[in-house]
């Protein structure tokens, strides 16, 4: 023991006689089971860590529970944490995005294999095969658009929908499994498509507007099942289709009416027969006739 050792040991021997209360600092050591890991990178704040192996990047918080893990075909070469939480890595031909709760996704891809160093807003700090540094532009709208959904952001949300070109079927996709089909309304211009994802958030204006020019039975049926639902008796009876309205109209003597939506329809062919030996069933006189709509359940419809 050297003279430097014996002299520590005497004053810790010192202070622990004159002060019989010390403190000892005990830690705990946790563990999680990596095959092979090659690399770790800690987030700015510690408060994430990833561990990266030949073909695979798993996401741990700082006692080691994982998180996520990714599987890739190709050889995982590098990878470091923005400034928002967001881990981006590369692979051999692409550079990368994962957040902590797994959703990933490509953010561009790649002529060369790159080396990441940091990652700040749209650049890439980072170093090629030949140890030369480069500076890439990259676009962080699609992660970021999901990390403020997830983070319950919705005014940076509706500042992204209106001002990014988040466009394209897999948003939408992603926006309907995450359980947020008001917000998919905002991408999506198919007059089918806006009125599935209206009536799954239960916008019924939006699925009344695009039930019209669709103008299909089906869809109809569906938005008086919904409007039925919702206690909205007003947009149930304008969910009635017009050529059974002619049909009634024309089959109870209405001359009148019935030629009045023969012209709404149009088309000949769109046009009913009307059946000489149909009846007329009356049903009972209401007691009370609503000008009102029921109690309208509370339904959420995103942010407009």
């Not at 658009?145 to 079927?169: C, D, P, T, W």
């Not at 926006?175 to 799954?200: I, M, N, S």
Request: contains cysteine; positive net charge; charged residues 25%.
């Amino acid at each position: 023991m050297s003279e430097k050792d014996k002299e520590c040991l005497r004053d810790w021997t010192c202070s622990r006689t004159q002060c019989p209360r010390m403190r000892f600092h005990i830690f705990d050591f946790v563990l999680v089971k990596i095959n092979k890991c090659r690399y770790v990178v800690w987030s700015t704040d510690m408060a994430y860590i990833a561990l990266l192996s030949k073909h695979n990047v798993t996401i741990c918080n700082r006692k080691l529970d994982v998180l996520c893990s990714l599987h890739e075909n190709t050889r995982v070469k590098s990878g470091a944490w923005d400034d928002s939480g967001v881990f981006i890595y590369t692979t051999s031909n692409h550079i990368k995005y994962t957040l902590s709760n797994g959703d990933h996704g490509i953010i561009r891809a790649l002529d060369l294999p790159i080396y990441i160093t940091r990652v700040k807003g749209s650049q890439v700090f980072c170093l090629d095969r030949e140890c030369k540094p480069r500076v890439l532009t990259v676009d962080p709208t699609e992660y970021k658009f999901k990390l403020a959904l997830i983070n319950h952001k919705y005014e940076e949300v509706l500042y992204m929908v209106r001002n990014s070109r988040l466009v394209g079927q897999s948003i939408i996709s992603y926006l309907q499994q995450k359980g947020y089909p008001e917000v998919a309304l905002h991408f999506v211009k198919d007059d089918k498509t806006r009125f599935a994802l209206a009536l799954e958030c239960g916008n019924i204006e939006i699925a009344l507007e695009a039930a019209k020019s669709l103008n299909d039975k089906a869809c109809w049926d569906q938005l008086a099942q919904a409007a039925l639902w919702q206690g909205n008796h007003q947009v149930l009876k304008a969910s009635n289709q017009l050529s059974l309205a002619y049909l009634t109209a024309a089959t109870h003597g209405m001359t009148e009416e019935a030629e009045q939506l023969k012209e709404q329809i149009g088309d000949e062919k769109k046009i009913p027969q009307v059946d000489p030996n149909a009846k007329f069933l009356k049903p009972p006189p209401p007691i009370q006739q609503a000008e009102s709509n029921w109690p309208l359940l509370t339904v959420s419809r995103g942010a407009r």
